[in-house]
């Protein structure tokens, strides 16, 4: 059968009603349904599927993006021959995302470069996919944009996009001594996220060693004590993974004839 030619007039309603992604796939789409003799009836759904299942996808990208998730880092690609060592059944409870629902934490520990980070961004990317927004953010990035915050009167609207998003993962925490005004707002964000919504914290430190990084004892005994009596520990051990996520060449890639122009570059990233 000859794919059918869709008229301007239909194209030009498409568009209107923000369907215009439609009309690249709608043709072949005709022709299928003729094929297999829909109806309809069918015919609509299978066009319109095809659109919310886009417009799903895209707002899932959109989500991780957001969030600021690592595309790179997404469990699909997590590399299941590293010798790293972790209790699957407490990863398959944080990937079902039952800790969301229940409000619970999450600690992800281990030495440096087995792999955290990774797992943190691929659980992030698991409840972007499943409708839940995110914020990814290094301990020391958001506490810069905390103290920040203080100068240019924006503390207030941080504090609430913090406290309110549906999960916060801190990644690399207690790297470094806290100041004063660092540890008052570690305190804020886990009293009043604690029960209310879910926070995912990386460390290589063992929770028992996280008070030390605290200025104030008594703020570091109460924040420390409420995070992880509400969390799931999860322990990685094991050697290295980030020998895993180094660039490589292989013997079937061609050499570039051309540097990558910029504009290309930024395109890709989006």
Not at 159 to 187: G, H, K, N, Q
Request: hydrophobic content about 40%; some cysteine.
């Amino acid at each position: 059968m000859k794919t059918p030619t869709l008229s301007a007039e239909l194209k030009t309603v498409l568009k209107k009603l923000k369907l215009g992604q439609v009309i690249a796939a709608l043709p072949e789409r005709l022709v299928l349904a003729e094929k297999q003799q829909l109806s309809i009836d069918e015919t609509l759904l299978l066009v319109l599927s095809d659109e919310v299942t886009r417009r799903e996808s895209s707002a899932c990208i959109r989500r991780a993006n957001k969030a600021g998730l690592d595309p790179e880092m997404q469990m699909e690609r997590w590399d299941a021959s590293s010798k790293v060592r972790y209790d699957k059944r407490v990863l398959a409870e944080l990937m079902s995302l039952r800790f969301i629902e229940s409000n619970k934490n999450a600690v992800i520990l281990g030495a440096v470069g087995v792999g955290k980070t990774f797992l943190a961004n691929a659980l992030g990317h698991v409840a972007t996919r499943h409708g839940y927004n995110v914020i990814f953010t290094r301990a020391d990035a958001m506490l810069r944009r905390l103290k920040q915050s203080r100068l240019d009167n924006s503390r207030e609207s941080i504090i609430a996009e913090l406290t309110s998003v549906d999960l916060l993962i801190v990644d690399d925490f207690a790297l470094e001594p806290m100041s004063r005004d660092e540890s008052r707002d570690i305190y804020q964000l886990v009293v009043e996220r604690n029960g209310r919504a879910p926070t995912v914290i990386t460390s290589n430190r063992d929770t028992a060693e996280w008070l030390a990084a605290f200025d104030d004892t008594l703020l570091a005994q109460s924040a420390v004590d409420r995070f992880i009596q509400n969390a799931y520990d999860l322990v990685v051990e094991g050697e290295s993974y980030r020998a895993r996520l180094k660039p490589k060449l292989r013997d079937e890639d061609p050499p570039p004839t051309t540097p990558n122009d910029k504009k290309a570059t930024i395109g890709k990233r989006r």
